[in-house]
């Protein structure tokens, strides 16, 4: 069965970097939804854990459950409690959706700063509060969200860093008035991480940079460009034949072989998370070519290994495929064994 391996030295190389970005390794939220962006929540977790890191962000309270044990402080982002946890954060995206939290249930709440995808608008402050108050939940954050911290162009990342400024500065007073204990505020993610030069938040929700996959715009690249990617897709073959010139591969026969080839078919198709669009112009990191279109479980190269290494490096697929980091990464079905190495 095709397989992954996590690189261990190259996440904690990462984390190191992300540490003295965020000057602490206390600093750091490691986001972990999607399966850990498609690493494997509980082996990401738990090297996460051993390397020191206490805060993670998930998306539900079952992903919360599942790595709890590792983590001191985990944020939900979007989901209810289905029981109280000490550990367990939930944000508001949605002034409407503070009724959803019971008495006690510590929240985060997220301002929309110019995103416009979750969180209250910036209006709805005075509001929030009240009804947060009012609901007698724990507030402990107010955080918001960049919609364009990996953009060359710097305009829409500092409006919605002044934005989030003039927030802040109205919801320090309103925490004071409303009686809550002082706030934490965060909005970095990688890309904003990797951009500011001096980081003076209390938290950053770091994803991608983690997992090695960041791609910053030229000139905003220097750390970015040492990150080294921790996940690599290994295929076992299913089978080989002699293929030879004017013989053709796989569905609608789009590859077409000029000389005798040995080709080979391997267990690892689109169904896995082997994205289709990357059909026709991949290549792996040794250099062997794809042949024709990749299926649903299998994918047929030119070579002769019984074990092939598909990518270690999710930038260059995705680049292949059309694609981003992220996307090539979560598609990874969760059935794919995972083993750190
Ligand atoms: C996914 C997510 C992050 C992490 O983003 P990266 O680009 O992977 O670092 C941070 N904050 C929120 C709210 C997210 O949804």
Do not use: W
Not at 54 to 79: G, H, N, P, Q, T
Not at 208 to 227: F, H, N, R, V, W
């Amino acid at each position: 069965m095709a397989y992954i391996t996590l690189k261990r030295q190259n996440f904690f190389h990462n984390l190191d970097i992300i540490a003295k970005l965020s000057k602490g390794k206390d600093k750091i939220a490691l986001v972990l939804k999607d399966n850990a962006y498609g690493h494997g929540l509980r082996e990401i977790a738990s090297m996460a854990a051993e390397y020191g890191i206490k805060r993670a962000v998930v998306r539900s309270y079952d992903e919360a459950k599942a790595v709890e044990e590792f983590f001191d402080y985990i944020l939900v982002l979007a989901d209810t409690p289905k029981e109280y946890s000490e550990k367990i954060r939930y944000t508001i995206n949605d002034i409407d959706s503070i009724e959803q939290f019971e008495a006690g249930t510590k929240v985060e709440l997220k301002v929309n700063s110019g995103m416009n995808r979750n969180g209250i608008e910036p209006s709805e402050l005075e509001r929030a509060f009240e009804k947060i108050a009012a609901r007698d939940l724990v507030l402990e954050a107010l955080f918001t969200h960049h919609a364009c911290a990996d953009e060359a162009d710097e305009k829409h990342y500092k409006m919605q860093k002044e934005a989030f400024a003039g927030i802040k500065k109205r919801a320090k007073s309103l925490a004071s008035e409303y009686g809550f204990a002082p706030l934490r505020y965060h909005s970095c993610n990688s890309a904003a991480l990797f951009r500011e030069r001096d980081f003076d938040e209390d938290m950053a929700r770091v994803g991608i940079a983690a997992y090695g996959c960041l791609e910053m715009p030229k000139g905003l690249d220097t750390e970015s460009k040492k990150l080294l990617p921790v996940l690599s897709v290994y295929a076992q073959r299913i089978s080989k034949r002699n293929i030879f010139a004017n013989d053709t591969v796989g569905y609608g026969a789009t590859f077409e072989a000029d000389k005798a080839y040995c080709l080979s078919n391997y267990d690892f198709g689109y169904g896995d998370g082997f994205l289709r669009s990357a059909s026709g112009s991949f290549v792996t990191p040794q250099g062997v070519v794809l042949a024709g279109r990749i299926s649903m479980d299998n994918s047929s190269f030119l070579c002769d290994e019984e074990e092939l290494l598909v990518f270690d490096d999710a930038i260059s697929l995705a680049k292949a495929a059309g694609t981003i980091s992220y996307e090539a990464l979560t598609s990874l079905k969760s059935y794919l064994p995972r083993k750190i190495v």
